[in-house]
């Protein structure tokens, strides 16, 4: 058994709830992507912690998707040796209750991509330690937020670029 599927099977008997399947891309290159739901993030994080104490938090994507908003980690475990266990957390937030627990003190890491999730998508982060803005200037509206495809969203009036993304999705 590999150390992915050894490790999904721990998972599955830990977190039930959780959707967990690995996958390989063209290059033969495996990763395994777990989905949990917003009540069990914290605990599985704190549980990734204890399986890795050394487990590198590499990045984390918000993603508006209709009615919710994804964040998804990016994870590798087991590193030392090699090749390490290559992870996918995600999990999901409906857009009229924007909430996650910070993590922040399992993975200090964690907290940069939690303000930028704050400010670019309006995920609350409650008990972060920090919420100051990182990317957006002070003087940005406030409840508007760039990543956001719905109506809190960069309003028509507010682009000023002609390549700004968001106009070359509409088609403009």
Known sequence: MSKEEEFVEIVKQKFPEANVEIKENKWGRRRVWISVPRESFRDFMKFLKEYDEDAHYSIAIEEDVGDAIDFSIHLLLKYEDTPAISLI??????KDDPV????????PISLQFEREAMEMIGIDFENAPDKRRLFLPDDFPEGIYPLRLDDKGIPEE????????YLLRRGK
């Open 158 to 165: 507010m682009v000023k670029n002609a390549g700004h993304p």
């Open 100 to 107: 996650l627990p910070d993590i922040s003190d399992i993975f």
């Open 89 to 94: 957390v995600k999990t999901s937030v409906p």
